[in-house]
C-alpha cells in the first residue's frame, strides 16, 4: 500500500486554469474508477470534490473536475478563485476493502 | 445534519493503547460503512480502517493490522478504533468518516478529529 504520488504544491493566477496529478500503479488507479479527491483548509476536515474519478457532489463547483489515464488520475481547477487556495488529496480504493491516499498537494493562488 | 464527534485521543506512551470513539448522529449510521483515516502533523492524509454497516466486515491499512481494531455499536450509533502497541509513528490527527455509498469508494462526511500523540 503505497502512498500515491501527487506534486507537493502547484500554483496558479484567478482565473487561470490547474491540474493536480495523481499517480499510482495498477493495483489501484490503473485499475478501479474509485479516485476521489478532497479539499482540505487549514485546521478544517477535508471535503469531498470528486469521486468516482470525474463525479461531483451537490453543491461542489462545476469549475472541478477529474479525469483519469492509465494510472494516473487528475483533478482540474478551471476559473481559479482566491478560495480555491487549499490542500487537495486524492484517493484511491486498492482491492480488498482498502483505500490509498496521496501526499496532498499545497495549491496557491497567485 | 450529519455529525460526526471524534473523542479518546491524548497522550500515550511508546507500546501504550488508546480507544477513539466517534459519536454519530443526522443519519441511520447502521447503515453505512465507516472509516478512520489520519494525518500526521504537516503530512498528508492516510488510511487506517474501515467497517461495514453491521461490523462483520472489517479491513486494516499494513501498516497497523494486528494492532489496531475497529468496532461499531449500532445500538449507540459510535463507531471505535482502538489501538495497541503505539509507535511513535501513529502519532496524528485521527478522523472518522462515513462512507458515501457501496457502489463507490469515497467518504462524504468528516469529523474534526481527536489528536494521538505517541511520545515518551
Known amino acids: 500500500q503505497s502512498a500515491l504520488t501527487q506534486p507537493h504544491s502547484v500554483s496558479g493566477s484567478p482565473g487561470q486554469s490547474v491540474t493536480i496529478s495523481c499517480t499510482g500503479t495498477?493495483?489501484?488507479?490503473?485499475?478501479?474508477?474509485?479516485v476521489s479527491w478532497y479539499q482540505q483548509y487549514p485546521g478544517k476536515a477535508p471535503q469531498l470534490m470528486i469521486y468516482d474519478v470525474s463525479k461531483r457532489p451537490s453543491g461542489v463547483p462545476d469549475r472541478f473536475s477529474g479525469s483519469k489515464s492509465g494510472n494516473t488520475a487528475s483533478l482540474t481547477i478551471s476559473g481559479l478563485q482566491a478560495e480555491d487556495e487549499a490542500d487537495y488529496h486524492c484517493?484511491?480504493?486498492?482491492?480488498?476493502?482498502?483505500?490509498?491516499f496521496g501526499g496532498g498537494t499545497k495549491l496557491t493562488v497567485l | 445534519d450529519v455529525q460526526l464527534v471524534e473523542s479518546g485521543g491524548g497522550l500515550v506512551q511508546p507500546g501504550g493503547s488508546l480507544r477513539l470513539s466517534c459519536a454519530a448522529s443526522g443519519f441511520t449510521f447502521s447503515s453505512y460503512w465507516m472509516h478512520w483515516v489520519r494525518q500526521a502533523p504537516g503530512k498528508g492524509l492516510v488510511w487506517v480502517s474501515r467497517?461495514?454497516?453491521?461490523?462483520?466486515?472489517?479491513s486494516y491499512a499494513d501498516s497497523v493490522k494486528g494492532r489496531f481494531t475497529i468496532s461499531r455499536d449500532n445500538a449507540k450509533n459510535t463507531l471505535y478504533l482502538q489501538m495497541n502497541t503505539l509507535r511513535a509513528e501513529d502519532t496524528a490527527l485521527y478522523y472518522c468518516?462515513?462512507?458515501?455509498?457501496?457502489?463507490?469508494?469515497?467518504?462524504?462526511?468528516w469529523g474534526r478529529g481527536t489528536l494521538v500523540t505517541v511520545a515518551s
Open positions: 467497517i461495514s454497516g453491521d461490523g462483520t466486515s472489517t
Open positions: 484517493c484511491s480504493y486498492a482491492g480488498s476493502y482498502k483505500g490509498v
Open positions: 468518516a462515513r462512507h458515501l455509498d457501496r457502489s463507490t469508494w469515497s467518504v462524504d462526511y
Open positions: 495498477s493495483s489501484d488507479v490503473g485499475t478501479y474508477n474509485y
